[in-house]
């Protein structure tokens, strides 16, 4: 009896074997065993398409998805949004309806499994299997010479690495207008969808670009008559002298000419070949005497402040066009109209008062 017993329970265990090795073969050839139940379980399980298979990566967010479909500059593999929401409204119906009009296969899995899939990132209940975008090479901008337009602004950035500081300074770039971006090649953060998302998706809609030589373009660039702008932190008493480039606080910088400005990294700062390549450089002032330790800023905050102190100064972007696009704001009345005064675009009102006492 016990012979009997042990022969069936080695039969039941050897067509146990059979079976799993039935299910593996045809899941791997891409049938559906086990009728539509197992189907959905596997749908819930959605294992994610190997990074390696096709080059493809995650991009995660809703601004990002939403604006990469729009842009069409990635192939889209398969949109997923997450199930359990209430019907799919604003942007998501619209994301939805885009990835239906291009046939991407749209795919419904839990909250849990796409919190995995991103390894915890805020995704919105969406995200995206996408193509990488990567930076196109520097002599594909364009030849923009100084006399097509006194006022063009390209930002320059020489070693990034932190890729939410990135994505922070490709939004301000792109809202305030920068004309294009360059990265250097070497030691800087590829375009990654923790980029896209930290950039709300601008990275999607803008053009990025790289060059191996960053030197050499930045010696290029002065030749054909723009201005090198690079940035450094908080001066001391002898750093302009030490590297013998003018220091010049951003908001008494005058526009008037083409002009690039250079970010260095996060932590060190310009290198030294680049700042040597650079005419002058451009600091942000503090408010008072700082301790040591804290007389920097973080570089996508620093880049906020300079892009915005150079680009207020666009002509045709007045302070009553400026005001006019406030809503609920009235334009200035006849009563307060002043005639205008000719000045430094960057003339703060701290030295305006001097100059007026001064007289």
């Known amino acids: 009896m016990s012979l009997l017993s042990a022969l069936g329970g080695a039969t039941w265990l050897r067509f146990g074997h ?4 039935h299910f593996s ?5 891409g049938e559906r065993p086990g009728g539509e139940e197992l189907s959905r379980l596997r749908l819930d399980d959605l294992a994610p398409t190997p990074r390696s298979a096709g080059g493809l990566e995650l991009l995660f967010g809703l601004s990002p998805c939403l604006l990469a479909l729009r842009a069409a500059r990635r192939r889209v593999a398969r949109l997923l949004l997450q199930a359990g929401r209430s019907g799919l409204q604003g942007e998501r119906a619209e994301l939805l309806r885009a990835a239906e009009a291009r046939d991407i296969p749209v795919l419904r899995p839990r909250r849990q499994k796409l919190d995995a899939l991103c390894r915890h990132q805020v995704h919105q209940g969406v995200c995206m299997e ?23 602004l390209w930002l320059v950035l020489e070693g990034l690495q932190d890729p939410r500081n990135l994505g922070a300074v490709l ?11 360059i990265t250097s090649r070497r030691n800087s953060c590829p375009l990654t969808p923790v980029v896209s998302k930290a950039s709300a998706g601008a990275m999607e809609v803008m053009d990025v670009f790289s060059t191996d030589d960053l ?3 930045l010696q290029a660039k002065a030749r054909q008559g723009w201005l090198v702008a690079g940035t450094v932190g908080c001066p001391g ?18 526009w008037d000419r083409p002009t690039l400005l250079v970010l260095g990294n996060e932590g060190s700062g310009l290198s030294q070949e680049v700042q040597a390549s650079c005419q002058l450089l451009l600091t942000i002032l503090p408010g008072w005497q700082l301790p040591p330790g804290l007389e920097s800023l973080n570089v996508s905050v620093a880049a906020g402040i300079l892009l915005h102190s150079i680009c207020s100064q666009r002509k045709g972007f007045s302070k009553e066009k400026k005001r006019g696009q406030l809503q609920g704001t009235r334009g200035p009345s006849a009563s307060s109209e002043e005639p205008t005064v000719a000045q430094h675009p960057g003339l703060s009102a701290g030295s305006e008062k001097e100059r007026q006492d001064a007289g």
């Open 18 to 21: 059979l079976f799993a090795r």
């Open 25 to 29: 073969q045809a899941a791997r050839r």
């Open 130 to 152: 996408v193509s990488p975008l990567r930076p196109r090479p520097w002599t594909e901008a364009g030849d923009a010479r100084p006399g097509d337009d006194p006022q063009q």
């Open 171 to 181: 939004r301000s770039a792109y809202f305030l207008g920068v004309d294009q971006v």
């Open 215 to 217: 030197d050499g373009f």
């Open 237 to 254: 008493p002898e750093s302009s002298r030490s590297s013998g480039i003018p220091i010049v606080s951003c908001l008494e910088f005058l």
